[in-house]
């Protein structure tokens, strides 16, 4: 199944997108995180989109806390 990962390197705020072959969602998201962090892109996915346009939700990694100032 091929599934369209999209989202934003976190560093840049640049736009990222890609198509992924995987038997389920969370393997095409997991395989996306890998293939943009070969290139150096610290991506955040906003969207999984599987067949016939649905939107999935697949928590992929622990959700980061942002320093406080002092």
Do not use: F, K
């Not at 290139?39 to 346009?53: E, F, K, Y």
């Amino acid at each position: 199944m091929t599934y369209l990962i999209v989202g934003v390197d976190r560093s840049t705020l640049a736009s990222w997108h890609q198509n992924v072959q995987s038997d389920d969602a969370s393997s095409a998201a997991r395989t996306a995180l890998a293939r943009a962090a070969d290139r150096g892109i610290d991506l955040v996915i906003a969207a999984v989109i599987g067949p016939h346009s649905n939107v999935v939700c697949v928590p992929t990694q622990e959700p980061r806390v942002a320093p406080r100032a002092a």
